[in-house]
């Protein structure tokens, strides 16, 4: 089983942020949806906010999961155990 990790901070969820996540559910088993739990950045919505947003935007898609995180991006990765790190420009 491979598992992949795409990290953001999702503020808001887009329309490409959707795309990659799509993309990544069809090649991976399993995509966790890493959204950054942060203080230092100047967010336009709380982590809860930016978590129930992705969940609802990806409800339909059975292989993901929607996770906050903080602190570093590998730490989430190993504690997950992904294979894979998904990124999108």
């Known amino acids: 089983m491979v598992t992949a990790l795409y990290p953001g901070s999702f503020d808001p969820v887009t329309f490409g942020h959707m795309d990659i996540v799509n993309r990544a559910s069809r090649l991976f088993d399993k995509v966790y949806i890493a959204v950054v739990d ?5 967010l336009m919505f709380t982590t809860e906010e930016r978590i129930e947003f992705c969940t609802e935007a ?32």
């Open 58 to 89: 990806l409800s339909h898609l059975p292989n993901i999961e929607v996770i906050s995180y903080t602190g570093l991006t590998v730490d989430v990765a190993r504690r997950m155990g992904t294979d894979v790190m998904v990124r999108g420009l």
């Open 38 to 42: 942060t203080r230092s950045k100047s």
